[in-house]
């Protein structure tokens, strides 16, 4: 029984998205990655875009959603890497302001979230992306 307010992925016959979270503050991720996972998603979870590429490279990621500002790198630069190399889609987490929206879709993001964050604006972008093709 889902006693949270989110909603719980039921049907897993429908592949939903494998997420790379990619956040530098510590409790922000632990918290989106147990969310997420309540809510029936598979999640890579790290700290640094140099992390991120590592698990990127096993290929068991659909969506990047990753903080712009990381302590090795930009989120931009992740994306535009991401994306080249592994067809990721992207939704971009930023404390800058709505400015950054063009930025981070030019970059390749599919969607730009303000922080903080709320998980139903979060839960809705990802699914926005809707399911991956996998074999």
């Known amino acids: 029984m889902?006693?949270?307010?989110?909603?719980?992925?039921?049907?897993?016959?429908?592949?939903?998205?494998r997420i790379l979270l990619v956040e530098d503050h510590d409790d922000?991720?632990?918290?989106?990655?147990?969310?997420?996972?309540?809510?029936?998603?598979e999640v890579h979870?790290?700290?640094t875009a140099k992390t991120a590429r590592e698990l990127a490279e096993r290929g068991q990621c659909d969506v990047l959603v990753a903080d712009i500002g990381l302590p090795d790198g930009s989120g931009l630069d992740l994306m535009?890497?991401?994306?080249?190399?592994?067809?990721?889609?992207?939704?971009?987490?930023?404390?800058?302001g709505e400015h950054d929206a063009d930025t981070c879709v030019a970059?390749?993001?599919?969607?730009?979230?303000?922080?903080?964050?709320?998980?139903?604006?979060?839960?809705?972008?990802?699914?926005?992306?809707?399911?991956?093709?996998?074999p």
């Open 45 to 47: 979870a790290c700290g």
């Open 2 to 17: 889902n006693n949270s307010r989110w909603p719980v992925r039921n049907d897993m016959s429908d592949p939903s998205p």
């Open 80 to 96: 535009r890497d991401m994306g080249r190399r592994h067809g990721l889609r992207g939704i971009a987490m930023t404390g800058h």
């Open 107 to 134: 970059a390749g993001f599919s969607r730009h979230l303000m922080k903080p964050v709320a998980f139903d604006d979060l839960l809705a972008a990802i699914e926005s992306l809707g399911p991956k093709n996998r």
């Open 28 to 41: 922000t991720l632990v918290v989106l990655t147990r969310l997420l996972r309540m809510s029936g998603y």
